[in-house]
C-alpha cells in the first residue's frame, strides 16, 4: 500500500539562550541585539553576583531547545500497527560554550541531548582563528558549507525542521579544516575534511572518506549579511537578495580502515540558491544534484526547494514550503519523494528569534517505503512544538 502522510505541528516553542560569535550562522545563533536581551543585561547589571563582565576571554554558556506534541497519521506506515500516533517529545536541544583564548582565536564546543534515551554526544568542536580582517581559519568538527539550509541554525528554520530534501542531501557535519573569506559583496568557505556526515569517527573508521573537498560562495547583491542570518524577514526590513553555490566531491576505498577499507563511494554533489527578503516578507529556493558511484550502483538524483514566508502581523509569520527528491530511474527504490509544509511562527518577543510557537503541518503524498528517502516517523502528523 503507498503511504499517504500528513503531518501538522500545532505549535512549537524554541527557546534559545546565550551568545554567538559574530557572523557566525551556527546551530546556537540567536538574536543576541532583541528586546529580552538587553531586558536581562540591564537587569544583570543592577546584581554585583550577576552582573556583566568587561573580561573578553570569559566563555559565554549557548543553547536551545524545542518541545512538542505530535500527532502522526499515516496510511501503511511501518512504524506502528495504528494509523495515529500522538504524544510529547523533545525536539533537539543543544548546550555549550563559546570563547576566546586570544584577541583572534575563538572556540566553540557544543553538544546535544537525544531525543531518545537522552544520551549527550558532541556536535561541534572547533575553533576559529583570524588570519585578517578578510580571512579565517576552522579547524575541528562543524557544518560543511554545503547547503543553505544546514548552514542556519534550527531555531532560525520557517519551520520546526529543514526540508526532507536537505536531509537527503546535506553533507551535515565533518572533521576537517577550512578556509573561510567575507567581504561587503562576497563570502566563501573551502573545506578539506573526512567527507559528509563524519560525526564523532576515528582517523581510521571504515566511514570516512580518504579525501572530501567542499566549496560554497555566496554573493550578496543587496541588503546587509546580517539578514541572512535567517529565513525571516521581520516588517521594517531592507529589501535584500542573496545568490549561493555550492559544489562537494569525496572519494573512498582507497585507505584502511578498521578491519579493511574506507567504503568504496565516490560523491559529487552541487547546489544553488537564491534567497529574498523585504519588508516583512522572505522567497527562498534551492535546487541540488548528486552523483553517486557505489557498491549499490551509479545514481544521479536531483533536489528542489521553494518556500516563504510573510508577517500577518509583527509577530505572526505565515509560511509554506515545497520539496521534492528526484530518483535516478536505475534505484531499486525509484520513486520521486513530495513533501508540502505549511504553518504559522508565533514569535513570543518581536523581532527575535529567542522564543516562539510554531503551528505546523506536513503532507508526504507519496510512500517513504518505495523512494529513497529514509524512513521517518515524522510522516504525517500533527505537531505542536513548545
Same mark, same amino acid.
Given at each position: 500500500?503507498?503511504?499517504?502522510?500528513?503531518?501538522?505541528t500545532?505549535?512549537?516553542?524554541?527557546?534559545?539562550?546565550?551568545?554567538?560569535?559574530?557572523?557566525?550562522?551556527?546551530?546556537?545563533?540567536?538574536?543576541?541585539?532583541?528586546?529580552?536581551?538587553?531586558?536581562?543585561?540591564?537587569?544583570?547589571?543592577?546584581?554585583?553576583?550577576f552582573?556583566?563582565?568587561?573580561?573578553?576571554?570569559?566563555?559565554?554558556?549557548?543553547?536551545?531547545?524545542?518541545?512538542?506534541?505530535?500527532?502522526?497519521?499515516?496510511?501503511?506506515?511501518?512504524?506502528?500497527?495504528?494509523?495515529?500516533?500522538?504524544? +510529547?517529545?523533545?525536539?533537539?536541544?543543544?548546550?555549550?560554550?563559546?570563547?576566546?583564548?586570544?584577541?583572534?582565536?575563538?572556540?566553540?564546543?557544543?553538544?546535544?541531548?537525544?531525543?531518545?534515551?537522552?544520551?549527550? /554526544?558532541?556536535?561541534?568542536?572547533?575553533?576559529?582563528?583570524?588570519?585578517n580582517?578578510? @580571512?579565517?581559519?576552522?579547524?575541528g568538527?562543524?557544518?560543511?558549507?554545503?547547503?543553505?539550509?544546514?548552514?542556519?541554525?534550527? /531555531?532560525?528554520?520557517?519551520?520546526?525542521?529543514?526540508?526532507?530534501?536537505?536531509? +537527503?542531501?546535506?553533507q551535515?557535519?565533518?572533521?576537517?579544516?577550512?578556509?573561510?573569506?567575507?567581504?561587503?559583496?562576497?563570502?566563501?568557505?573551502?573545506?578539506?575534511?573526512?567527507?559528509?556526515?563524519?560525526?564523532?569517527?576515528?582517523?581510521?573508521?571504515?566511514?570516512?572518506?580518504?579525501?572530501?573537498?567542499t566549496?560554497?560562495?555566496?554573493?550578496l547583491?543587496?541588503?546587509? @549579511?546580517?539578514? +541572512?542570518?535567517?529565513?525571516?524577514? @521581520?516588517?521594517?526590513?531592507?529589501?535584500?537578495?542573496?545568490?549561493?553555490?555550492?559544489?562537494? @566531491?569525496?572519494?573512498?576505498?582507497?585507505?584502511?580502515?578498521?578491519?579493511?577499507?574506507?567504503?568504496?563511494?565516490?560523491i559529487?554533489?552541487?547546489?544553488?540558491?537564491?534567497?529574498?527578503?523585504?519588508?516583512?516578507w522572505?522567497?527562498?529556493?534551492?535546487?541540488?544534484?548528486?552523483?553517486?558511484?557505489?557498491?549499490?550502483?551509479?545514481?544521479?538524483?536531483?533536489?528542489?526547494?521553494?518556500?516563504g514566508?510573510?508577517?500577518?502581523?509583527?509577530?505572526?509569520?505565515?509560511?509554506?514550503?515545497?520539496?521534492?527528491? +528526484?530518483?535516478?530511474?536505475?534505484?531499486?527504490?525509484?520513486?520521486?519523494?513530495?513533501?508540502?509544509?505549511?504553518?504559522?511562527?508565533?514569535?513570543?518577543?518581536?523581532?527575535?528569534?529567542?522564543?516562539?510557537?510554531?503551528?505546523?503541518?506536513?503532507?508526504?503524498?507519496?510512500?517513504q517505503?518505495?523512494?529513497?528517502?529514509?524512513?521517518?516517523?515524522?510522516?504525517a502528523?500533527?505537531?505542536?512544538?513548545?
Amino acid at each position: 500500500m503507498n503511504l499517504t502522510t500528513t503531518t501538522t505541528t500545532l505549535g512549537a516553542l524554541v527557546l534559545t539562550a546565550g551568545t554567538t560569535l559574530a557572523g557566525e550562522p551556527t546551530d546556537l545563533s540567536i538574536d543576541i541585539e532583541n528586546a529580552l536581551h538587553a531586558e536581562v543585561v540591564a537587569d544583570a547589571s543592577a546584581h554585583s553576583s550577576f552582573a556583566a563582565t568587561t573580561n573578553e576571554f570569559m566563555p559565554s554558556v549557548v543553547g536551545y531547545t524545542q518541545f512538542r506534541y505530535n500527532a502522526n497519521f499515516s496510511d501503511g506506515y511501518t512504524f506502528s500497527t495504528e494509523d495515529m500516533t500522538t504524544g +510529547f517529545e523533545f525536539g533537539t536541544t543543544r548546550l555549550g560554550v563559546t570563547g576566546k583564548v586570544h584577541s583572534r582565536v575563538s572556540y566553540t564546543i557544543i553538544g546535544e541531548f537525544a531525543r531518545s534515551g537522552g544520551g549527550f /554526544t558532541l556536535v561541534d568542536g572547533y575553533a576559529d582563528i583570524e588570519l585578517n580582517d578578510n @580571512w579565517d581559519l576552522r579547524a575541528g568538527q562543524y557544518t560543511l558549507g554545503y547547503t543553505r539550509e544546514q548552514d542556519l541554525s534550527r /531555531t532560525r528554520q520557517l519551520a520546526s525542521e529543514r526540508s526532507v530534501t536537505n536531509a +537527503f542531501f546535506s553533507q551535515g557535519r565533518t572533521q576537517g579544516v577550512a578556509l573561510r573569506y567575507a567581504n561587503d559583496k562576497l563570502r566563501g568557505e573551502a573545506s578539506f575534511s573526512d567527507g559528509g556526515n563524519t560525526t564523532n569517527t576515528a582517523f581510521n573508521a571504515a566511514t570516512e572518506a580518504d579525501y572530501a573537498f567542499t566549496g560554497r560562495l555566496e554573493y550578496l547583491g543587496s541588503g546587509a @549579511w546580517d539578514q +541572512f542570518a535567517d529565513f525571516t524577514s @521581520w516588517r521594517g526590513s531592507d529589501t535584500a537578495w542573496m545568490l549561493g553555490g555550492a559544489v562537494h @566531491w569525496q572519494d573512498g576505498g582507497e585507505t584502511g580502515a578498521t578491519g579493511g577499507t574506507t567504503a568504496n563511494t565516490e560523491i559529487f554533489g552541487a547546489t544553488a540558491d537564491l534567497s529574498f527578503e523585504a519588508d516583512g516578507w522572505n522567497a527562498f529556493g534551492a535546487i541540488i544534484w548528486q552523483s553517486m558511484d557505489s557498491a549499490a550502483g551509479d545514481f544521479d538524483d536531483f533536489g528542489v526547494v521553494v518556500q516563504g514566508g510573510v508577517f500577518l502581523t509583527d509577530i505572526v509569520e505565515l509560511f509554506g514550503r515545497w520539496d521534492a527528491v +528526484f530518483a535516478d530511474s536505475s534505484r531499486t527504490l525509484d520513486d520521486d519523494f513530495h513533501s508540502v509544509t505549511v504553518g504559522v511562527n508565533y514569535y513570543l518577543i518581536e523581532n527575535s528569534h529567542a522564543a516562539k510557537l510554531t503551528f505546523e503541518g506536513v503532507y508526504y503524498p507519496e510512500a517513504q517505503s518505495t523512494s529513497p528517502v529514509a524512513a521517518s516517523t515524522a510522516s504525517a502528523q500533527l505537531q505542536i512544538v513548545f
